[in-house]
């Protein structure tokens, strides 16, 4: 099925530091998923967004829904140890299925 | 949030046994589940869609005989993988759709591991 794009694929960074990841493709799509993931656990939602252009916090976490429905990022500021794990975007395919396509995740490591 | 539950979380078995997995929203209602795996170090790669009521919509590649799925209430789908082999190992990951809120949402499972030795 279809693959969403997603950079940085890993990234290591000083706790304290804030982390910004994005995921693009070249389908639109009405919403826009991020998840975190543990290791041997399933995905946990993070943000939801279902309107092209909005902005939406949660917590530390900040997310953005592009425009043009094709993209969208993902923001960490002041970053914490257990911040550490895969991150994946997902857009939602509503036109039928309603099948979630995934982005190819950025593994993230904080560095006390 | 919404909360959705999986049996067993690890399972071991001999090539050649069939092994069933459920997947339960605790919380809500789901009309429409579904079904992943993940090879390790990999994004999740969906397998089928599982509607209440109705027989489940398979992804091209997977074969619908080998991995029977029922959907039987709007609170439970299984996954039954039958005559398993050691290439089946794998983490299985369920969702269920949620459609409460401000728009359509899918919350995971915690996974299942399966081993087949």
């Known amino acids: 099925g279809q693959q969403l794009n997603q950079s940085p694929q890993s990234m290591f960074i000083q706790e304290g530091e804030d982390v910004s990841m994005n995921c693009t493709s070249s389908?639109?799509?009405?919403?826009w998923l991020w998840y975190k993931q543990d290791p041997g656990e399933g995905p946990v939602l993070l943000i939801a967004?279902?309107?092209?252009?909005e902005l939406t916090s949660n917590g530390r976490l900040t997310a953005q829904f592009g425009i043009t429905r094709k993209d969208s990022f993902l923001n960490i500021s002041a970053s914490i140890p257990s911040d550490v794990g895969i991150y994946f975007c997902?857009?939602?395919?509503?036109?039928?299925?309603?099948?979630?396509?995934f982005g190819t995740g950025t593994r993230l490591t904080v560095i006390p | 949030g919404a909360v959705v539950s999986q049996h067993p979380s690890r399972v071991i078995c001999k090539s050649g046994t069939s092994v069933k997995i459920e997947c339960r929203s605790l919380?809500?209602?789901?009309?429409?589940m579904f079904w992943y795996r993940q090879f390790p170090k990999q994004s999740l790669m969906l397998m089928a869609t599982?509607?209440?009521?109705?027989?489940?919509?398979?992804e091209q590649g997977v074969e619908k005989d080998k991995f029977l799925i029922n959907h039987a209430s709007l609170t439970l789908s299984t996954l039954t993988v039958t005559s398993a082999h050691p290439e089946d190992s794998s983490f299985y990951i369920c969702?269920?759709?949620?459609?409460?809120?401000?728009?359509?949402?899918?919350?995971f499972g915690p996974g299942t591991r399966l081993t087949v030795l």
């Open positions: 969702s269920a759709r949620d459609m409460r809120g401000r728009g359509d949402t899918q919350y």
């Open positions: 599982s509607n209440e009521g109705s027989k489940a919509t398979y």
């Open positions: 389908s639109i799509f009405n919403t």
């Open positions: 919380d809500f209602q789901a009309t429409t």
């Open positions: 997902a857009g939602l395919d509503q036109t039928g299925a309603n099948n979630l396509f």
């Open positions: 967004l279902y309107k092209a252009g």
